[in-house]
């Protein structure tokens, strides 16, 4: 068994396994799921979704998200944030980031709204989160949407709230590399009703016998000939029993699990503090980092990326990753290969994002992060890549 898999996983799934996918049981881990996210975060609704960018699709379009509108998003991110933008038929707008917490930067959030301004959509990247009482004065004065990113983000804290808990609706990922994974899947957290109905039925294929915390179809509605189903239009976004059952375990578990990468980063800490060529992200005092992975950012314009990477790997490392280019240089905005679409959508059609000079932050950062590893479940395994990792810093100082 892999050890970040409990003997709970194995249960939850058997249970769905020996229920045979009938119908008459299907949706029920799914709704134990929910009841046990919304607990955990205490919040009103947990909304279930087979992924994470499926989530903030919805999100989107239950705050009415469409053509003709702007959402704020930061290009340091997997673009999953941006593409979500484009499903709704919306235009992302990127406001840069701030250069030791590579968050999204409030001030720089203010100088890009406009009048077509509906949403303002922040990534808690790397297990750190960005100024939400900033971010959220800025939306009250605009009357802006904010729907958390929260991916990276599990049981992080911001001025002893959750992470989570800040914006109008939250989306988490239980994609592999999560704190909080079922290989795939993710969740929706909201307080507001209304939300939570559309995310619901948006999500459901537009079923208009769901809602906010009815996720399952009853039998005796789709028996009746006379049972009109879709009340909207909708997408088929809901997450399998399996997939909901990896999940209820692990949400039962995220405490261990967060707390692990939590351990994991502060012995890699530890190892990069005499670095000289080596700056970690930035943690504010008021803030709970729940470290995704342990980033930090290259100070020493001798001491190329590729060097530090290639000397790591030999020293018996396993690498470490590189952060992903601005969603705004990737090809598909570059060339504006929006699978056709861009034709419909009134802001896209003549867009043009320039390659450099749009976030020069951002831009700055991207090419000089280095985010190491924190999901290390055996000991002799973390241990024998610090010690890949001393070898090296000692070669750079």
């Not at 992200?281 to 729940?290: E, L």
């Not at 990326?305 to 992903?324: M, Q």
């Not at 705004?328 to 699978?339: S, V």
Request: hydrophobic share 40%.
């Amino acid at each position: 068994m892999h050890p970040r898999i409990s003997n709970k996983e194995y249960e939850y799934v058997k249970e769905v396994l020996d229920q045979g996918f009938r119908t008459s049981y299907n949706g029920s881990m799914n709704k134990r799921l929910e009841a046990a996210f919304a607990e955990k975060f205490g919040t009103k609704f947990a909304i279930s979704f087979c992924n994470g960018t499926a989530t903030l699709h919805i999100a989107l379009e239950a705050a009415g998200v469409g053509a003709g509108d702007e959402v704020i998003v930061p290009p340091l991110t997997m673009s999953s944030t941006t593409l979500a933008v484009l499903h709704a038929g919306a235009t992302p707008v990127y406001a840069d980031v701030d250069p030791d917490t590579y968050q999204i930067s409030a001030k720089a959030i203010e100088k890009v709204i406009t009048p077509r301004t509906k949403a303002i959509m922040p990534v808690a990247l790397l297990g750190m989160c960005p100024d939400f009482d900033a971010i959220n004065a800025i939306a009250k004065k605009h009357n802006l949407v904010v729907i958390e990113d929260d991916a990276e983000c599990f049981l992080g804290k911001y001025k002893g709230k959750l992470v989570g808990t800040l914006g109008d609706m939250a989306s988490f990922s239980f994609q592999a590399s999560k704190h909080l994974s079922a290989g795939e899947g993710g969740m929706v957290i909201t307080d507001n009703e209304e939300y939570a109905e559309k995310l619901r039925r948006y999500s459901g294929l537009g079923y208009g016998s769901i809602g906010a915390k009815k996720g399952r179809i009853l039998k005796s509605d789709i028996q009746n000939p006379n049972y009109f189903r879709h009340a909207s239009a909708g997408w088929n976004y809901r997450i399998s029993d399996v997939c909901a059952a990896v999940a209820l375990a692990q949400t039962e578990r995220i405490e261990e699990l967060v707390e692990n990468r939590i351990e994991s980063a502060m012995k890699t800490r530890e190892v990069l503090k005499d670095a000289k060529w080596f700056k970690e992200q930035h943690t504010p005092d008021d803030c709970v980092n729940s470290y995704w992975g342990y980033a930090g950012k290259l100070i020493d314009d001798s001491i190329k990326w590729e060097d530090v990477y290639n000397k790591f790997v030999e020293n018996g490392g396993p690498g470490f990753y590189a952060a992903w280019k601005l969603s705004y240089q990737e090809p598909f905005l570059q060339q504006m290969n929006l699978m056709g679409r861009e034709k419909y959508m009134p802001l896209m059609k003549d867009m043009k994002f320039p390659m450099e000079g749009l976030c020069p932050v951002a831009e700055s950062l991207q090419p000089r992060l280095m985010l190491l590893k924190t999901n290390y479940y055996d000991a002799e395994e973390l241990n024998r890549d610090l010690e890949a990792l001393y070898k090296t810093v000692k070669y750079f100082n």
